[in-house]
């Protein structure tokens, strides 16, 4: 979904509102104004189930002395916030998961320096948040179902002021949304094809 069909979903949730216009006017200007921040503190609890997928990079790895060699990714990605626990080597053997792994310092991955080849790590990257500038033909790096749950989360927050039973009941509904959210990522990788443990170590 765009930045415009954000707003003007928040909107209708906020007012009754038709078409596909977002209307600045002396009514909706003081909750235009204030979406912003709605939609990042939003932005951040969807992240933080999923809600923003999971993206990956591929590096290539060499024999190593000693028992593990460590990669930052920090300094392999821009985006880094989490690591999944998805790792895989791609070798002339076919492409294989890698289970014997240890993480430091929250972004640096250790991996058994015997291993060679072509690795790539999937990882939960930092959400790409919205200001007052953000265009509104911007599509919101979120998925559907979590794009979906944002102007709920909004509305929730800007009606505060207004109407408290209304602004408690969207919290709710978003919230409710947010755990089907989460167990949907869950059993997606789940379902995921099953990998050969390489090491023989879980």
Sequence with gaps: MTWKDIKKATLQRLFVIEGGTVVISHTTEPY???????????????ASVGGTGTKSVTFNKTRHTGSYQAFNMNDLVKDFSSFTDEIYIETSNGRKRVFEYLTESSSVLLL???LQGEVTVYYNP????VTELTPDDEELQLLPMASNLLPLYMASQLFKDDD??????LRNEFEAGLSRLSRMVISSRKKKEKMENITGWR
Excluded: C
């Excluded at 930092?126 to 948040?129: D, K, N, Q, S, Y």
């Excluded at 408290?164 to 009941?169: L, N, P, S």
């Design 164 to 169: 408290m039973q209304q602004a408690v009941q």
């Design 112 to 114: 058994p320096s015997s």
């Design 126 to 129: 930092v959400p790409a948040l």
């Design 32 to 46: 235009l104004n204030a979406m912003p921040a709605a939609a990042n503190e939003g932005i951040f609890l969807l």
